[in-house]
Nanobody, 126 residues
């Protein structure tokens, strides 16, 4: 059983930056692809970014490409989401998720995650 705890959310102004962290415990972190998702008020949860087991492969939803960067530190069992040039439409609860990938270290899944964190709220004012 993997536990995921997000942190780093907050209230910022448009154009500001935030870095989210997700600390994992209870499993072998280096065997999980890690993703970030978000859910705005009244909206469905959507994929934001993913990093493969090694961190070499990443993918992003189009709306954050060039602004967000996902990274991971397997020694610290932590995945990060650096969010730059934030916009009001980035306001959401952000969740990290883990997908067990022991045989596909380059996989960057967008669905089918095994474990989820409780989320951290980001709010971007205009």
């Amino acid at each position: 059983q993997v536990q995921l705890v997000e942190s780093g959310g907050g209230l910022v102004q448009a154009g500001d930056s935030l870095r989210l962290s997700c600390a994992a415990s209870g499993g072998t972190f280096s065997r999980y692809a890690m993703g970030w998702f978000r859910q705005g008020l009244g909206k469905e949860r959507e994929f934001v970014a993913v990093t493969s087991v090694s961190g070499r492969n990443t993918d992003y939803t189009d709306s954050v490409k060039g602004r967000f960067v996902i990274s991971r530190d397997n020694a610290e069992n932590t995945v990060y989401l650096q969010m730059n040039s934030l916009k009001p439409e980035d306001t959401a609860v952000y969740y990290c998720a883990a997908d067990f990938q022991p045989y596909f270290p380059t996989a960057i899944p967008k669905t089918g995650y095994d474990y989820w964190g409780q989320g951290t709220q980001d709010a971007v004012s205009s």
